[in-house]
Every structure is written in structure tokens, then in C-alpha cells.
């Protein structure tokens, strides 16, 4: 049983470059923390059945397909497992929302006063929070992940919405 809970993680995580437009430092940054903390801790288990039994590690993939994001699985072999795609319509209010704040907070933490940063900074984390969860929610029925692995997906899910 032990060992079944350590291979059912991500061991490998890589967003599809061709799918983000633009990267500023900040958000680079966001991006390596993200999966530098999702790679340390996480817990991914597909609840569909994978090929040959295969019970984990998992090399995801991230992408954008049609303004849906799509979730390509394979072994920690490189051997293609599954993909599903996610309908992402019930997170885009919270990702427009996020943005605003962020865009706040980097500005803010260059000019303000550290009151006011951490102001900012309570909002921020209050709406990856949020998104969290819906994300979470949603890939219920496809993935059992716990909610810190649900943050880190959600940040790397932002890196993939920028425009």
C-alpha cells in the first residue's frame, strides 16, 4: 500500500510552450515555484482504469485544445496513457478575477507600503483558493488530487490562460 501511494503522483509536469503567448518574469517565476512545490509534494490518482493496470508515477502534460485544457497522461517510461480535457468555463471568472489581483499585487509590491501588500496578497490568495477547489471539483470524477496539488495545478492552469 505504500508504495502504491508513492507512485500515485505526478513525477514530471510540462506545459505546452505553444500554447502561451507571453511570459513576463513574474509569471515565469510562478510557473517554476509551481511545479517545483507540485513535483516535492503531490497526489494525482486517474480513476479511470490505465493501460496494462498501470498505477503511477504520471508525466502530465498541459495544454490548451479549443479553450478547454486538455490533460495528456503518460508513464514515467514515456509510454502514452490517456488524455481528458477539462471544460475550463466555470473557472474563467475566477482566472479573469485572479489576474486583476495579481497585476495589483506586482504593481503594488514595487510602490506601496507592506500594509497594503499583504491587503492585496490576502485577496490573492483568498481567489487561488477559490479556484482551487472548483478545479478540483471539477476533475473529480476524472482524478483524485488533494487540494495542495489542486493550487499548484491551478497556478500552471493561469500560466496557460495568459493572453
Known amino acids: 500500500m505504500q508504495k502504491e501511494r508513492r507512485s500515485q503522483r505526478i513525477s514530471k509536469i510540462e506545459l505546452d510552450d505553444k500554447t502561451i503567448i507571453r511570459r513576463n518574469d513574474d509569471i515565469e517565476h510562478e510557473r517554476r515555484v509551481a511545479i517545483f512545490d507540485l513535483l516535492e509534494n503531490n497526489r494525482f490518482v486517474p480513476k479511470m482504469t490505465m493501460p496494462d493496470g498501470y498505477k503511477g508515477p504520471y508525466r502530465v502534460t498541459l495544454r490548451m485544445e479549443d479553450n478547454r485544457l486538455a490533460i495528456d497522461l503518460r508513464t514515467d517510461e514515456d509510454h502514452e496513457l490517456s488524455t481528458f480535457v477539462l471544460p475550463l468555463s466555470p473557472l474563467r471568472s475566477i482566472i479573469k478575477e485572479y489576474f486583476l489581483v495579481c497585476n495589483s499585487y506586482y504593481s503594488a509590491i514595487k510602490v506601496s507600503n507592506p500594509r497594503h501588500i499583504?491587503?492585496?496578497?490576502?485577496?490573492?490568495?483568498?481567489?487561488?483558493?477559490?479556484?482551487?477547489?472548483?478545479?478540483?471539483?471539477?476533475?473529480?470524477?476524472?482524478?483524485?488530487?488533494?487540494?495542495?496539488?489542486?493550487r499548484r495545478l491551478f497556478t500552471l492552469i493561469c500560466v496557460l490562460q495568459i493572453r
Not at 490576502?122 to 489542486?150: M, N, Y
Request: no cysteine.
Open 118 to 150: 499583504e491587503a492585496i496578497d490576502l485577496g490573492r490568495r483568498s481567489l487561488h483558493d477559490e479556484g482551487s477547489e472548483i478545479l478540483r471539483t471539477r476533475l473529480a470524477d476524472k482524478v483524485d488530487i488533494d487540494f495542495d496539488t489542486a
